[in-house]
């Protein structure tokens, strides 16, 4: 029987483990629960999962190639880029910058997408008073401030380091004063005492690769990213949705994010 994707996470199931099955009211569906716990360590001898990966666009084209958490996809030692077709787009609704879970089976190694983080939940919520316009002003107001920052104000006085695509820092200058981040951008080519002051007052380090290739700076970032204990992750592209979602997971990724959490579908 198919055990949908939301089951298996809601009641953390894994292979082995006893479930009960039960006919739910509508036909054609069920309920299920766990009756005993069998995998305490819930390993999947058959499957590898990659969490929190950024979907970019390359080209025209919707790709996966990087965990938040883990860098780079490899499967057998090797890179391996995970490309979106049409069908998959529109299942998961997924556009640039989306984040997803992917995994695969030993037996196939065939990547697939298996779960999609909703990221883009808001707390906030208006009172509406056609009497008062004061409160309109406020719930007006109120809205403007949720749409220009994309954090929430959840990223409030953080340090952010960007390394890369000078050419569209005035972007991220934008999207970080919206959200009252403490911004720095190098170029890459900056002195390695540069570089360690930066990333050692950093919250997330980010550089991106395709501008920094000639220059040290991606691996002095590495480096001190290391010697420090900052999150630091390499991005091939630099468009403002990926840069501000791969944001969001690494300085949150120690959180509770099971709120967040929204199942499109199963694997």
């Known amino acids: 029987m198919f055990i949908p994707e939301t089951v298996i996470r809601d009641l953390e199931i894994a292979s082995g483990d006893i479930i009960q099955v039960d006919p739910a009211e509508v036909d054609g569906r069920y309920d299920f629960s766990l009756y005993k716990k069998i995998n305490i360590d819930g390993i999947e001898p058959d499957r590898r999962e990659f969490r929190y990966c950024i979907v970019e666009a390359v080209n025209n084209q919707l790709i996966v190639q990087q965990s938040a958490l883990d860098g780079p996809i490899h499967i057998d030692g090797q890179e391996k880029s995970l490309f979106i077709n049409d069908y998959t787009k529109e299942k998961f609704n997924l556009t640039e910058g989306?984040?997803?879970?992917?995994?695969?089976?030993?037996?196939?190694?065939?990547?697939?997408?298996?779960?999609?983080?909703?990221?883009?939940?808001?707390?906030?919520?208006?009172?509406?008073?056609?009497?008062?316009?004061?409160?309109?002003?406020?719930?007006?107001?109120?809205?403007?401030?949720?749409?220009?920052?994309?954090?929430?104000?959840?990223?409030?006085?953080?340090?952010?380091?960007i390394m890369g695509a000078t050419e569209t820092q005035e972007n991220f200058k934008k999207l970080f004063g919206s959200a009252g981040i403490n911004h720095?951008?190098?170029?890459?080519?900056?002195?390695?005492?540069?570089?360690?002051?930066?990333?050692?007052?950093?919250?997330?380090?980010?550089?991106?690769?395709?501008?920094?290739?000639?220059?040290?700076?991606?691996?002095?970032?590495?480096?001190?990213?290391?010697?420090?204990?900052?999150?630091?992750?390499?991005?091939?592209?630099?468009?403002?949705?990926?840069?501000?979602?791969?944001?969001?997971?690494?300085?949150?990724?120690?959180?509770n994010l099971a709120s967040m959490l929204t199942c499109i579908s199963a694997f």
């Open 98 to 161: 989306s984040i997803v879970d992917v995994a695969y089976l030993m037996s196939e190694k065939k990547l697939q997408i298996v779960w999609r983080h909703n990221h883009n939940h808001s707390s906030l919520s208006f009172v509406t008073s056609h009497s008062s316009s004061s409160r309109s002003a406020k719930k007006e107001s109120a809205e403007q401030t949720a749409a220009s920052d994309p954090f929430e104000g959840r990223l409030k006085d953080k340090t952010v380091t």
């Open 184 to 255: 720095q951008l190098l170029r890459g080519d900056e002195s390695g005492v540069k570089i360690s002051s930066a990333v050692r007052k950093s919250d997330a380090v980010i550089v991106i690769t395709p501008f920094t290739e000639r220059h040290a700076g991606s691996q002095q970032a590495n480096k001190y990213c290391k010697e420090y204990n900052v999150p630091f992750r390499q991005s091939k592209t630099y468009g403002v949705k990926t840069i501000t979602n791969l944001i969001s997971v690494l300085i949150f990724s120690g959180l």
